[in-house]
């Protein structure tokens, strides 16, 4: 199980482009259909200096690029089937736009028990920087371990 | 108390239906995100995990939260956009966003305002709840 002693580990940072045939892919898949997202001429009138990414696509950025994506569960030893997500938040400082390399680097920041050891709740913390060293957006996630049961005799 | 952006505390900005989710829907988000925890599209390691079906990820509802909120505001205007995944959502849902203005604030010197964010399903339980800061 994991423990307070995790708080501080930090991962492999992940580098990823925003390529304009992924993001286009994932906004057809939520049904994404603002022209400021898909016509480089749209973001430009904007203020865009290229279409900019939709508001969670730094997440999926981050998973799709990573040579394991689910590094920190393995690292922690914990079991995929195990995991759910609890909570989710981005700050955005710049936009990402196509064409963008971004860096993510996360830590662990905090590890709290839940119903008695029941649940595992895991709070890590990811950086997003550009290629020109600008940081970008700060993400947060909660994970939630579901604790297998206490073998009883 | 009506700001000079015409929104006033109260107010429904953000409002939006999806179309139900199909396992089709989630076999492509596994691709179009990265996540490729078979716990979303494989049915047998669903059952073996406990559940009796595959669901729906967290981040394609918080997915759908974000296409309402962009649809509503400016995009560049959000500062920050976070959300608790409350319930797991459940193949054929319908799920509808909503979000209304629940202050004003100076957010690092900038005037904004914060909008309370909600996914339900057609049941009108709640899977997502959420908020952003706006700038105005």
Same mark, same amino acid.
């Given at each position: 199980m994991v423990d307070q002693s995790a708080i501080g580990r930090s991962f492999t940072p992940v580098t990823a482009h925003v390529e304009p045939g992924r993001l286009r892919y994932f906004c057809e898949t939520i049904g994404e259909r603002s022209p400021i997202y898909r016509d480089a001429h749209a973001a430009r009138a904007e203020g865009y200096s290229a279409i900019p990414v939709p508001p969670t696509y730094l997440f999926c950025l981050e998973m799709m690029d990573?040579?394991?994506?689910f590094e920190f569960l393995t690292e922690l030893d914990?079991?995929?089937?195990r995991v759910l997500h609890g909570e989710q938040g981005f700050t955005y400082h710049v936009p990402a736009v196509v064409g963008d390399t971004l860096t993510f680097r996360s830590r662990v920041t905090d590890v709290t028990d839940k119903k008695g050891g029941a649940m595992t709740l895991i709070a890590v913390v990811t950086e997003v920087t550009r290629q020109d060293g600008v940081h970008l957006a700060d993400m947060t996630r909660t994970i939630v371990v579901r604790n297998p049961k206490a073998a009883s005799t | 108390m009506t700001q000079a952006s015409g929104r006033s505390v109260g107010d429904r900005v953000v409002h939006k239906a999806f179309a139900p989710i199909t396992r089709h829907t989630l076999a492509l988000y596994c691709g179009a995100s990265?996540?490729?925890?078979? @716990?979303?599209?494989d049915l047998d390691f669903a059952k073996k995990a406990g559940f009796p079906d595959v669901f729906t990820h967290g981040m394609l509802v918080m997915a759908y939260l974000g296409h309402a909120l962009t649809d509503a505001v400016?995009?560049?205007? @959000?500062r920050a956009f976070s959300t608790r995944f409350a319930a797991i959502t459940q193949l054929g849902a319908r799920l509808t966003c909503e979000g209304h203005v629940t202050e004003f604030i100076d957010h690092n010197g900038e005037p904004c305002m914060k909008i309370a964010l909600v996914a339900k399903d057609d049941a009108g339980e709640a899977k997502l709840l959420g908020e952003a800061i706006v700038a105005r």
């Open positions: 990573a040579e394991n994506p914990i079991d995929l089937a | 990265g996540d490729h925890n078979p @716990i979303h599209v400016r995009p560049k205007d @959000i």
